[in-house]
């Protein structure tokens, strides 16, 4: 790894981001709140790709997960059972000389001396817990009885209505809940873009299980998540799967997985997959007073249900795909010099526009027409970009760069000028090998359909 050319790597790509319209910073005009983000018009729809791809994967096609989308509030008493109030915690120190408020492994190591990573200061204070909850008030009064949390995780609200899904969907173990929602942790040094935030989203699954079972499920659930990263276009040999050791392990788990990416700051954590045992649904149940057993009616068993959790960040996950599929090459210009791009080279199933649809000329009203027409044909089916201004291999060059993987021209072949037989028919562009071809105006939105599952 170059470090130099992995951080130049980085600053283009947040510039991309911004110029492009996937990722602003948030309230940018005032200044910006730090670990906060905006998704623009083409980061909300790569966004949307990806958690619809999971629930397509987690919940869809699986006879043995539903989902739910519980609340952001929470109520203290569920925080404080889950251990969150307690603990959920990050040691903090402060450096005297330059103020800045650091994580303690955050600190650097000198001649066996500590020192601030920022300005080198040797004067910090002792270390003390910092809970990254954020707490709020509900309801008008503001003391003591009206706090409530901004979930710091989804997973609890899964556990708290345990009893209740398993009710409504008559399932039977193993089964799984999933969820997809906002999360919110107070990070001390939120940093590398997007990836350590203040706010952002999880998807969760909470797949509850007989004790016995759970060590195998977390080999299993480890196999499907890494195959589900690399259906997304994330390469097998860019994830590594960490084996959390004992001591940094939750004291209830009895194995944890981090799956890390390969990002341009370093190999980081996109994902964990944990076997927290049967440790949430019976602090739940001890401190509710409310039953949260299973009833196994084959062996006539009652008992607290275990649990393995594949946990996954969709803002790193975005972030990941975004790196991956950053990528520089040549292509021709106007008169065939070859000139550098820029293109993102998303699996067409992530991709937020699917195709760019572009008449040759925007003067001329028949290949307007045309084009247009095309637009409202496939514009159900997928996202579309209808362009007309500029010369065409600007066009291609705008959708390279927020990594469209299809461009359709209309020319005069298309009308049917040149060649009779050609009429109806359109040049198809792809974007990673540049590679045209010409196919029927009646086959492209299947041709399309295919190539973007
Ligand atoms: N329910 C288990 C849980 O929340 P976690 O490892 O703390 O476990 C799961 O979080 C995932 O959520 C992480 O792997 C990461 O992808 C994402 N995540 C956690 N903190 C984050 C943060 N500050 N910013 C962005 N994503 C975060």
């Known amino acids: 790894m170059n470090p130099k050319a992995d951080s130049q790597r980085m600053d ?9 319209g996937f990722i602003f910073q948030s309230s940018e005009i005032y200044g910006g709140l730090n670990g906060a ?22 919940v869809h096609e699986r006879e043995d997960v539903v989902g739910m989308d519980g609340a952001i509030l929470t109520h203290p008493e569920v925080l404080m059972a889950s251990g969150h109030v307690e603990g959920f915690s990050d040691p903090m120190i402060d450096c005297r000389s330059c103020k800045a408020h650091l994580r303690l492994d955050q600190l650097i190591e ?12 040797k004067d910090l204070t002792e270390a003390r817990q910092f809970n990254l909850m954020f707490e709020t008030h509900v309801g008008a009064a503001a003391d003591e009885s009206s706090i409530a949390y901004l979930r710091p995780e989804t997973a609890q609200s899964i ?13 039977k173990l193993p089964f799984g809940i999933a969820q997809i929602g906002k999360a919110f942790r107070n990070e ?41 990263y690399e259906n997304i276009g994330i390469p097998r040999d860019k994830l590594h799967v960490r084996t959390v050791p004992d ?49 196994d009616e084959e062996t006539k068993q009652r008992f607290v249900p275990h649990v393995v959790e594949p946990s996954a960040g969709v803002d790193r996950t975005v972030l990941a795909l975004i790196c991956e599929a950053y990528s520089e090459d040549e292509a021709p210009d106007e008169k065939g010099k070859m000139e550098a791009r820029v293109v993102l080279r998303f699996h067409p199933r992530l991709a937020p526009i699917k195709a760019g649809i572009f008449p040759l000329l925007k003067n001329n009203a028949q290949l307007v027409a045309k084009a247009k027409a095309i637009v409202d044909v496939l514009r159900p089916d997928m996202t579309v970009f209808y362009d007309e201004s500029g ?20 020319d005069f072949e298309t009308l049917g000028a040149k060649d009779p037989a050609l009429r109806d028919t359109v040049t198809l ?20 359909r295919e190539r973007l599952v």
Not at 37 to 58: A, C, Q, S, T
Not at 264 to 291: C, I, M, N, W
Not at 400 to 410: A, R
């Open 12 to 20: 283009k790509i947040v510039s991309l981001c911004k110029r492009r």
């Open 159 to 171: 556990f708290v209505q345990f009893k209740n899904i398993l009710e409504v969907s008559r399932k």
């Open 247 to 295: 001591e940094e392990r939750a004291f209830y788990s009895k194995g944890t997985y981090d799956i890390e990416y390969d990002f341009p700051f370093g190999a980081q954590e996109l994902e964990g997959v944990a076997y927290r045992t049967d440790y949430d649904l019976s602090q739940h149940q001890q401190a509710s007073g409310k039953s949260l057993e299973y009833f």
């Open 188 to 228: 001390i040094n939120p940093r590398n873009f997007t990836f350590r935030s203040r706010e952002f989203e999880q998807m969760e699954l909470e797949y509850f299980c007989r004790p016995e079972q759970g060590m195998e499920l977390l080999e299993y659930w480890k196999e499907e998540r890494l195959k589900f």
């Open 391 to 410: 010369a065409i291999g600007r066009r291609y060059r705008r959708q390279d760069e927020i990594g469209t993987p299809f461009g359709v021209t209309v």
């Open 429 to 448: 562009r792809d974007r990673d090998s540049m590679r045209q071809e010409r196919v029927a105006l009646k086959d492209l939105p299947a041709i399309l």
């Open 37 to 58: 983000w905006d998704y623009g018009p083409i980061g909300v729809e790569l966004k949307r790709n990806l958690k619809n791809y999971w629930w397509r994967v987690m």
């Open 110 to 121: 000198k001649k066996g001396g500590k020192q601030c990573p920022n300005c080198g200061g």
